[in-house]
């Protein structure tokens, strides 16, 4: 096997061992990007991730929605305590309103099951391709960078033995 350099392995996928800095202290914080988080993402994802995102903006736009929705009952309710509409017109303004929450509560719950499946969906595409590129960069390797390894089978192997 060839030995592939490190500006061909997946992002966060380092030599660290054959000629890199070895980081000693794993306490410390790395931070990740925003870029980081789609590092992974290639255009075939996008029909995935798009509805994702328009869904989930969908479903949050639902909520606002409620509220306003609520005012109304509220307004009928406030009418018929002023005095300005009967009994029979509360009703019907407070059932017409209910109704509409109901249809909210219903097209609320599709929404967030569409978007919540489509972005387990999304994830688990990413963490497919993460993989598979972690494996590719790892059968790639020469066996000498394994042996070189700090931790890992070879390092255990030499603890049991010795």
Request: charged share 15%; hydrophobic share 50%.
């Amino acid at each position: 096997m060839t030995h592939t350099s490190s500006s061909a392995q997946p992002p966060g996928f380092e030599d660290n061992a054959t000629g890199g800095e070895e980081q000693d202290d794993p306490d410390i914080a790395v931070r990740a990007s925003w870029k980081s988080m789609f590092a992974f993402t290639a255009t075939r994802h996008l029909r995935t991730f798009i509805p994702a995102w328009i869904l989930a903006t969908a479903a949050g736009a639902i909520k606002p929605t409620v509220s306003i929705f609520s005012g109304f009952i509220f307004d009928v309710i406030a009418q018929y305590v002023a005095g300005s509409i009967g009994h029979a017109a509360l009703m019907r303004g407070v059932s017409k309103w209910c109704v509409v929450l109901v249809g909210l509560g219903v097209a609320s719950w599709i929404l967030n099951s569409a978007f919540f499946a489509l972005w387990v969906t999304f994830g688990e595409i990413q963490a497919k391709n993460v993989r598979e590129k972690m494996l590719a960069g790892l059968l790639n390797r020469d066996m000498e960078w394994y042996d070189l390894r700090k931790d890992g089978v070879s390092s255990l192997l030499v603890r049991i033995q010795t």
